[in-house]
């Protein structure tokens, strides 16, 4: 699994250096219309095409029949039940085509929560860093060493939460940076990818050690010792504004694509 995470985030980051001069904006807006054509495209594919025109034109029938025979109690509901058996008709087909899309839009919209959902830690900013431990550790033992590169600084020593298991530190960047943070626990290690200044660009989010939470958190690859859970990084949320407006990165996504496949479902000719 972790060699399709690298390949999806190398496949984004380079759309993503694409446009790395241009706002964020507009890399997600194409690629959220390309995703909207390929959706389009995969939806005909294995959808059932010509059942879907046949239910569409008995629903368009019953409608007209509802307007027509509005006077008519009889006839009004026998296009009413004939209208709902057609739209419960429509959801079993367009079930298969959402199915099969599923798998790989979720997998997309994971990834590009690296690149949309957060924003690199403002500079002379305090942030948390918490790691979580796999065993209970003693209020007498040592905890976890935190190594920082030089443009970053700990703030204090670290706070232990002995119920939760974690261990907190409270950093802050001096100045633009693109490296890992090491932790160092009885001569066993890992680390985390930390991004600070500069403008929007892929933030790898919490690191963990499950293989199943690893498929909803993939952008730092899993922990390779057997002493922590996870470790995170508070990041502060992307903003993205449209129009002057701020609009969450994932109701653009979804808005544009599916503008994008309804606009061009006559082209290719698809029925949805």
Known sequence: MEIVNWIIDAILLGVHAVFSMAPPLLGLTVLSAVVGVAMLWGFGKTSNQQRMKQVKRRMQAGLLELRVFVDEPVIS???????????????????????????????????????????????ATPALVTLRMTGDLAESAAPPELVVPANVQILGPPVRVTALREVSWRIVPVSPVSDKLLFRFNGRSTWISIE???????????????????????????????????????????RMQVFGFRVNWLVWFLVVSMASALLLKKRFAVVI
């Not at 739209?87 to 599923?102: S, T």
């Not at 922990?223 to 859970?229: M, R």
């Open 196 to 238: 600070a200044g500069g403008k929007q660009r892929y933030v790898p989010g919490t690191k963990v050690a499950s293989v199943w939470e690893s498929l909803f958190s993939p952008s730092n690859g899993r922990i390779s010792g057997d002493f922590a859970e996870w470790a995170e990084i508070r990041y502060p949320a992307a």
């Open 77 to 123: 509901l026998r296009a009413q039940k004939g209208l709902l058996a057609a739209n419960l008709n429509y959801l079993l087909l367009a079930l298969r085509p959402a199915l099969w899309m599923a798998v790989p839009v979720g997998l997309l919209l994971i990834h590009l929560a690296s690149f949309y959902d957060r924003s690199p830690l403002p500079l």
